[in-house]
């Protein structure tokens, strides 16, 4: 059964680094893409970065590429988002969600792409 928690949000200033990770005690991401969300007071959740069960494949949207970094630590069963030079509009509510399916050289982008959803973290970047 896949269970996902995130955990590592917060309230920072505009600039600063925060860590999120996403911990499945279901023992189901290692062999899965996983992908980081984020969801913005009256606004659509949108994509903001996804990795390959592998980790090979990575890919991330265009307003945090640059910023953001991707990774996962299959053997803890753990994927992370590493936020940098974080900024006021970088503020939402920051989901991990897990595509069971697993293929090579394909990523979702789309929220009806992940099957399994965290609660959610709060992420606050204040200016």
């Known amino acids: 059964q896949v269970q996902l928690v995130e955990s590592g949000g917060g309230l920072v200033q505009a600039g600063d680094s925060l860590r999120l990770s996403c911990a499945d005690s279901?023992?189901?991401?290692?062999?899965?893409?996983m992908a980081w969300f984020r969801q913005a007071p009256g606004k659509e959740r949108e994509f903001v970065a996804a990795?390959?069960?592998?980790?090979?494949?990575?890919y991330y949207a265009p307003s945090v590429k640059g910023r953001f970094t991707i990774s996962r630590e299959n053997a803890k069963n753990t994927v992370y988002l590493q936020m940098d030079t974080l900024k006021p509009e970088d503020t939402a509510v920051y989901y991990c969600?897990?595509?069971?399916?697993?293929?090579?050289?394909?990523?979702?982008?789309?929220?009806?792409?992940?099957?399994?959803w965290g609660q959610g973290t709060q992420v606050t970047v204040s200016s």
């Open positions: 969600a897990l595509d069971p399916r697993t293929r090579d050289g394909y990523l979702a982008t789309m929220v009806a792409g992940y099957d399994y």
């Open positions: 279901g023992r189901t991401l290692a062999s899965s893409a």
């Open positions: 990795i390959g069960w592998r980790g090979g494949d990575i």
